[in-house]
C-alpha cells in the first residue's frame, strides 16, 4: 500500500510541472507595485533581510534583491527553488509549518499569493512559525485573492494535480486568528488577472 499524498505534495507537483512557463512569464504589474510598495516601506523603515513565503520561480525576490534587500526565500517546489537559485537567490526547499531558520532572524517577510493554499485549520500554526523566524516588530504582506468565502480544488484548475485553495471575504480574512502577530492594515485591489471574479487582498501584520 503506498503511503498517501497530501495537499503539499500535489503543490509541489503541480508548480514543478509548470516551472517553465511560469519562469518564462513578466509579472502582473500590480504585483510588482505591491512589491515596490513593500520595498519602499522596508528601505524607508531600514529593513535589510526579508524572507519570502512561497517564491514560485524567483521574479519578485529578484526584484527585491536588485533594491538592496538581503533576500531568503522558500517553496514546496524544488523546480521553483532552483529557478529562483538561478536568479542568485538564497533559496530554500521547505514548508511554511517548519521553516530552516533560528528565532528572530528576519528583519520582514512578504507572501505573494502564497498562503492561499494553506486550509484554515492550519493557519494559526503556519502564522506561529512565521512569527518565530521574524524579529518583534518586523512586518509581514500577506497578498491573497480573495472576495469569496471558498475551500478545495477550483472549478477551472488547469494545472495537474489540481492545487487546494483557501480563500476569504474580507470581513472572513480580518477575523482570522493571527498569533504571533498585531494587525496594522488592510487593503482590496480590483486586478485583471484570470478568469475569476476574486479580488486581491492586501493583509499587513506586525510580528509581536
Known sequence: MGVRRTYKDDLARAYDADVVR??????????????????????????????????????????????????????????????????????????????PFSDDTFEAGFAMNSLLHVPSGELPAVLTEIARVLRSGSPLVIVV???????????????????????????????????????TSFDAIDVSEGNHDLHSQILTLEAL
Not at 529578484?62 to 537567490?89: K, Q
Open 22 to 99: 511560469r519562469g518564462a512569464m513578466t509579472p502582473a504589474k500590480w504585483r510588482t507595485d505591491i512589491t515596490d510598495m513593500f520595498a519602499a516601506d522596508a528601505t524607508a523603515n531600514g529593513i535589510s533581510s526579508v524572507l519570502e513565503l512561497g517564491c514560485g520561480t524567483g521574479q519578485l525576490a529578484s526584484r527585491l534583491l536588485e533594491r538592496g534587500f538581503d533576500v531568503t526565500a522558500i517553496d514546496l517546489s524544488p523546480a521553483n527553488v532552483a529557478a529562483t537559485r538561478e536568479r542568485g537567490i538564497d533559496a530554500h526547499v521547505a514548508d511554511f509549518a517548519s521553516l
Open 145 to 183: 485573492w480573495g472576495g469569496e468565502d471558498q475551500r478545495g480544488e477550483i472549478a477551472d484548475e488547469w494545472l495537474d494535480p489540481p492545487r487546494y485553495f483557501r480563500t476569504y471575504t474580507d470581513e472572513g480574512l480580518l477575523a482570522l486568528d493571527t498569533p504571533g502577530f498585531g494587525f
